[in-house]
């Protein structure tokens, strides 16, 4: 029940067992949403260091829904801001029971690149990046997802502040990588957790056979884990990431850390480098419940 309410396209989900002589009856009635099957939802993101530091995100996302009938889906997205983007993308089944997609994506972006020498701004990058995608992929039940891919990207990147000695010898660069994606997400909630566990695992390989500038190949490992008694909820993260091989990677695939919940005594990205290893605790505490929204009704014979 929860994973058919998890699919979007239900206002509510309801279920009822009637006993029979001789036998039990699973009776659901699924209501379809009055509203879509086009979704437009608005977001914004604000942060501050509190010293002189302020960043927001205005985002606009469009969905489109059920384009055929193995439930093919259109979204576009549009963020202006720190970072600011433009992207659109196709997702499509290819067999009834949708364990099987295709998904090929486009997307343009600038975004503020920020060097630091210890806590000090040196030098402050413009980056505007072009890409295109396409992937293919599997669904495993409600557990998760693996996909592979092939990324073009074609990037630009441009002195914004800082001394002219640090100006990019080659401010245009193009990439063409292999990938591989793996999610898996057991969370019983994506805003705050209580119980259940989530990792992902992201593979890029960029060759010079495939038309790249150069060689470089780089992984990162994420993964959270929630475990609670009674009111109180205590959440593990780990971050991972590494270079693979000898090739070094280009500094706009550096990872980049630093920020709210990412060592937050740092200014935002003021930590770069090849490797990153990361751990954190999170506690929070349950002020109320609420189920009005769970989605999910049970009616067994002779009442709720």
Same mark, same amino acid.
């Given at each position: 029940?929860?994973?058919?309410?998890?699919?979007?396209?239900?206002?509510?989900?309801?279920?009822?067992?009637?006993?029979?002589?001789?036998?039990?009856?699973?009776?659901?009635?699924?209501?379809?949403?009055?509203?879509?099957?086009?979704?437009?939802?608005?977001?914004?993101?604000?942060?501050?260091?509190?010293?002189?530091?302020?960043?927001?995100?205005?985002?606009?996302?469009?969905?489109?829904?059920?384009?055929?009938?193995?439930?093919?889906?259109?979204?576009?997205?549009?963020?202006?801001?720190?970072?600011?983007?433009?992207?659109?993308?196709?997702?499509?089944?290819?067999?009834?029971?949708?364990?099987?997609?295709?998904?090929?994506?486009?997307?343009?972006?600038?975004?503020?690149?920020?060097?630091?020498?210890?806590?000090?701004?040196?030098?402050?990058?413009?980056?505007?990046? +072009?890409?295109?995608? =396409?992937? $293919?992929?599997? %669904? /495993?039940?409600?557990? @998760?997802?693996?996909?592979?891919?092939?990324?073009? #990207?074609?990037?630009?990147?441009?002195?914004?502040?800082?001394?002219?000695?640090?100006?990019?010898?080659?401010?245009?660069?193009?990439?063409?990588?292999?990938?591989?994606?793996?999610?898996?997400?057991?969370?019983?909630?994506?805003?705050?957790?209580?119980?259940?566990?989530?990792?992902?695992?992201?593979?890029?390989?960029?060759?010079?056979?495939?038309?790249?500038?150069?060689?470089?190949?780089?992984?990162?490992?994420?993964?959270?884990?929630?475990?609670?008694?009674?009111?109180?909820?205590?959440?593990?993260?780990?971050?991972?990431?590494?270079?693979? +091989?000898?090739?070094? =990677?280009? $500094?706009?695939? %550096? /990872?980049?850390?630093? @920020?709210?919940?990412?060592?937050?005594?740092?200014? #935002?990205?003021?930590?770069?480098?090849?490797?990153?290893?990361?751990?954190?605790?999170?506690?929070?505490?349950?002020?109320?419940?609420?189920?009005?929204?769970?989605?999910?009704?049970?009616?067994?014979?002779?009442?709720?």
């Amino acid at each position: 029940m929860r994973r058919l309410y998890g699919t979007g396209d239900f206002e509510h989900v309801n279920y009822q067992l009637l006993e029979e002589p001789g036998r039990r009856i699973l009776a659901v009635e699924a209501v379809e949403k009055s509203w879509g099957p086009n979704y437009l939802r608005m977001g914004l993101g604000l942060s501050s260091d509190f010293r002189g530091d302020a960043f927001f995100n205005l985002l606009t996302s469009f969905r489109v829904t059920w384009l055929n009938s193995l439930g093919g889906e259109w979204r576009s997205d549009l963020q202006i801001g720190r970072t600011s983007r433009i992207a659109t993308g196709f997702y499509q089944p290819l067999e009834r029971s949708q364990t099987f997609f295709v998904a090929p994506r486009a997307d343009i972006e600038r975004r503020s690149f920020d060097v630091f020498e210890r806590e000090q701004r040196i030098a402050s990058y413009d980056v505007d990046t +072009g890409r295109i995608a =396409l992937e $293919a992929g599997a %669904q /495993f039940s409600r557990f @998760g997802e693996v996909r592979i891919g092939m990324t073009r #990207t074609e990037s630009r990147t441009t002195l914004d502040t800082g001394p002219v000695f640090l100006v990019p010898p080659q401010p245009r660069a193009s990439y063409t990588a292999l990938t591989l994606g793996a999610l898996v997400d057991q969370l019983d909630s994506v805003n705050f957790p209580r119980s259940g566990y989530a990792a992902a695992l992201n593979v890029d390989s960029a060759r010079k056979s495939l038309g790249s500038d150069a060689d470089f190949s780089r992984a990162d490992l994420s993964g959270t884990w929630a475990v609670s008694m009674g009111e109180h909820t205590f959440n593990f993260g780990l971050k991972l990431g590494e270079r693979l +091989g000898s090739h070094p =990677l280009p $500094a706009q695939n %550096q /990872f980049q850390w630093g @920020g709210l919940m990412q060592q937050s005594g740092y200014p #935002t990205g003021a930590l770069l480098g090849e490797d990153i290893r990361f751990a954190r605790l999170v506690y929070t505490h349950r002020l109320a419940q609420f189920s009005l929204l769970d989605g999910v009704h049970a009616v067994r014979a002779g009442g709720r």
